[in-house]
T-cell receptor, first 116, second 111 residues
Framework: GAVVSQHPSRVICKSGTSVKIECRSL??????MFWYRQFPKKSLMLMAT?????????EQGVEKDKFLINHASLTLSTLTVTSAHPEDSSFYIC????????????FGEGSRLTVL | QQQVKQSPQSLIVQKGGISIINCAYE??????FPWYQQFPGKGPALLIAIRPDVSEKKEGRFTISFNKSAKQFSLHIMDSQPGDSATYFCAASSLGGKLIFGQGTELSVKP
């Protein structure tokens, strides 16, 4: 299957700083990428849909000024957690699809953010 | 209406047994039903998926059963192995739409 790469896999930062997480589709072009957040032993919660060349669509309750999403190219989307606080500590996962009729989404390995 | 309800929350099965996880949905516009396997600290990996035009799909030891009228679908893992121990998520979406996940089932296969 197609490969989606996330970087970094783990990041620790101080409260008040900003952290950027990258999501790349390595062998296919993705016009749409999705960002999820997952708490320990919980399900994946969709945060936003990232569209190449346009603004991201955020789910209800997700602060768009806190979680900045940029989809600058067909293979790269970034999530920036601005002014991070300990409650932003979580596992962030991106996914991307190849489009077409399959609907299949490929997920990155996730990025573990710890805010001290 | 966007929810996907998954049960059980946790499941313990003996090696060689059958693991069964169930999901139910409400939105009749959903037309894609995948199952994902997730190991700790990793992203979810697609296991098997089905569309509503078939009632069953089998890939190796994994089978999805789909009941369109009841709006339910289930994952069966035959001959369960300790290496199958992971968290399993069902999901649903309409074509090109958002993927909605179930709550997850933590499967433990005892040797």
């Amino acid at each position: 299957g197609a490969v989606v790469s996330q970087h970094p896999s783990r990041v620790i930062c101080k409260s008040g700083t900003s952290v950027k997480i990258e999501c790349r589709s390595l062998d296919f072009q993705a016009t749409t990428m999705f960002w999820y957040r997952q708490f320990p032993k919980k399900s994946l919660m969709l945060m936003a849909t990232s569209n190449e060349g346009s603004k991201a669509t955020y789910e209800q309750g997700v602060e768009k000024d806190k979680f900045l999403i940029n989809h600058a190219s067909l293979t790269l989307s970034t999530l920036t957690v601005t002014s991070a606080h300990p409650e932003d500590s979580s596992f962030y996962i991106c996914s991307a699809g190849q489009g077409g009729d399959t609907g299949e989404l490929f997920f990155g390995e996730g990025s573990r953010l710890t805010v001290l | 209406q966007q929810q996907v309800k998954q049960s059980p929350q946790s499941l313990i099965v003996q090696k060689g047994g059958i693991s069964i996880i169930n999901c139910a949905y409400e939105n009749t516009a959903f037309d894609y039903f995948p199952w994902y396997q997730q190991f700790p600290g990793k992203g979810p990996a697609l296991l098997i998926a089905i569309r509503p035009d078939v009632s069953e799909k089998k890939e190796g030891r994994f089978t999805i059963s789909f009941n369109k009228s009841a709006k339910q679908f289930s994952l069966h893992i035959m001959d369960s192995q300790p290496g199958d121990s992971a968290t399993y998520f069902c999901a649903a979406s309409s074509l090109g739409g958002k993927l909605i996940f179930g709550q997850g089932t933590e499967l433990s296969v005892k040797p």
